[in-house]
């Protein structure tokens, strides 16, 4: 008897548990209407950013130089959501892809974008190993490429636009153009003012965005005058650790963004940084 009403009682919580994640999913998923949600996380002195397209499809670009992704993300999506239909490594350096080997063993990954370039490092070899045993789809970008994620919602890769195997690991970066509908966010990766030149020379007219992740965490390495000109955002995001190091951002760099009265906004002063689009609007 007393089995019996313990089963009952294990039978009633599993439906009970049940029944409240379709009410939270139906509330999350009414709640994201026809939006598109892009967020800066706020992984210290590196890179990270989470996409949720209106669809429900879930991108993640980088991962910062540690486990606190896990923890940023974790505030982005459902507790109960542990996958990701693409992951996209712009470049192989360690602020931008240190917080994978950890991601990998929580969340189930479908497919992975990478450069191609090349990376024998410790932390690459072990990417290699876990991509296998996830399972996860492993696509080499090439300019033109596009990746539909839905409901109007796709990246374009703009770079490289060639084999990137022998190349400097910053200058490989993916160069990624996101777009809803009329508002873009173009992702820049670690890219140098070499590329950006070389990318104004391809196709100026397609760097037009309203949201611009500045190059290398707002280094002078990047962002020159030139490439901000054509690029013309309303906001220019920089990813960037509080009193890091290496001075970033650049002063230079804030200079030419406040002649262009583009407003900038910071990870180490705000934290993550969330910006959404219903396709013409941008909020923020």
């Known amino acids: 008897m007393w089995n019996s009403k313990k089963i009952f009682r294990g039978i009633f919580l599993g439906i009970f548990l049940l ?24 992984v210290g002195q ?3 950013i989470f996409i949720e397209a209106p669809s429900g499809k879930q991108v993640l670009i980088d991962a910062g130089p540690n486990k606190k992704v896990l923890r940023e993300l974790s505030k982005q999506m459902p507790f109960y959501d542990r996958s990701l239909d693409l992951v996209v490594i712009t470049h192989p350096d360690s602020d931008h892809i240190g917080g ?12 992975v974008l ?16 876990q991509f296998k045993e996830n399972g996860a789809e492993k696509i080499v970008a090439q300019r033109g490429m596009i ?7 796709y ?13 400097e690991t910053n200058v490989a970066s993916l160069v990624i153009k996101l777009v809803y509908g009329n508002s873009s966010f173009l992702l820049t990766g670690d890219s140098p003012q070499e590329i950006e030149n070389y990318l104004v020379s391809l196709d100026a007219f397609n760097l037009d965005a309203d949201v611009l992740k500045l190059g290398h965490h707002g280094s002078k390495t990047s962002s020159s005058e030139f490439f901000i000109g054509y690029t013309s955002p309303e906001f220019a995001v920089i990813s960037v650790g509080k009193d ?3 001075g970033h951002p650049n002063q230079e760099v804030l200079d030419i963004l406040n002649e262009f009265e583009i407003k ?12 959404k689009s219903d396709g013409e609007n941008l909020f923020y």
């Open 100 to 111: 994978f080997p950890e991601l990998f063993k929580t969340y189930s990954i479908d497919r």
């Open 147 to 153: 990746i539909d994620l839905g409901t109007g919602v």
């Open 244 to 246: 890091n190091r290496y």
């Open 19 to 42: 029944i409240t994640i379709f009410v939270w999913y139906g509330v999350w998923a009414e709640e994201r209407g026809e939006i598109l949600t892009v967020a800066f996380l706020d």
């Open 264 to 275: 900038v906004l910071r990870t180490d002063e705000q934290g993550t940084i969330v910006i």
């Open 155 to 167: 990246l374009e890769v703009l770079f490289p636009d060639r084999d990137a195997t022998n190349f």
């Open 46 to 48: 590196g890179d990270a």
């Open 114 to 129: 990478e450069s191609g370039v090349m990376c024998e490092s410790e932390i690459c070899v072990e990417l290699s190993k």
